[in-house]
T-cell receptor, first 111, second 114 residues
């Protein structure tokens, strides 16, 4: 059974204080990893897809990286508008059609 | 592109009543997903359609839940009869190719069953 674990569950940062969110996974044959951002009262919004170990993608203050066991979402000099819940997910493996989502990291950036 | 459109945004109903949630996926996407999100269980996949055909409904909690996709631009999720434990936020999402490509989510329907 595929498993995705995100840590920490919650993170409070001061504006400008860089940090990283972790997404560790156990799957039988990784076929990619997705990062989403979810604001309160809204649906998850797609951020990145990573396909292979060593791959990196950037968008504004966010950079996602992937290893064979985990992915990191690095947030550089965050701003209050970066406050959200960040979810990672892996596509299904084997005969399943069901992606596996982590429980998310709730990020609050204080001004 | 208007994105995935869900209606209603909020629904409050009494226990035992029928509830119908609606979704319009992104044009050109061949896959549609219904998810339920709660604090206790996070994001759970209820059912997955590919080319309007239900492929995996193993996440549907019980027979009170049913979903249809009569055409490529419309899907419904129905709960009959509704129960307080069905209270949650229900999301519809669509993608270009199943769960192997990124999904685009609607704004969700917050369902409260009293």
């Amino acid at each position: 059974e595929d498993q995705v674990t995100q840590s920490p569950e919650a993170l409070r940062l001061q504006e400008g204080e860089s940090s990283s969110l972790n997404c560790s996974y156990t799957v039988s044959g990784l076929r990619g990893l997705f990062w989403y951002r979810q604001d309160p009262g809204k649906g998850p919004e797609f951020l990145f897809t990573l396909y292979s170990a060593g791959e990196e993608k950037e968008k504004e203050r966010l950079k996602a990286t992937l290893t064979k066991k985990e992915s990191f979402l690095h947030i550089t000099a965050p701003k209050p508008e970066d406050s959200a819940t960040y979810l990672c997910a892996v596509p299904p493996t084997g005969g399943s059609y069901i992606p596996t989502f982590g429980r998310g990291t709730s990020l609050i950036v204080h001004p | 592109d208007a994105g995935v459109i869900q209606s209603p945004r909020h629904e409050v109903t009494e226990m035992g009543q029928e509830v119908t949630l609606r979704c319009k996926p992104i044009s050109g996407h061949n896959s549609l997903f219904w998810y339920r999100q709660t604090m206790m269980r996070g994001l759970e996949l209820l059912i997955y359609f590919n080319n309007n055909v239900p492929i995996d409904d193993s996440g549907m909690p019980e027979d009170r839940f049913s979903a249809k996709m009569p055409n490529a631009s419309f899907s419904t999720l129905k709960i009959q009869p509704s129960e307080p434990r069905d209270s949650a936020v229900y999301f519809c999402a669509s993608s270009r190719q199943g769960a192997y490509t990124e999904a685009f989510f609607g704004q969700g329907t917050r369902l409260t069953v009293v």
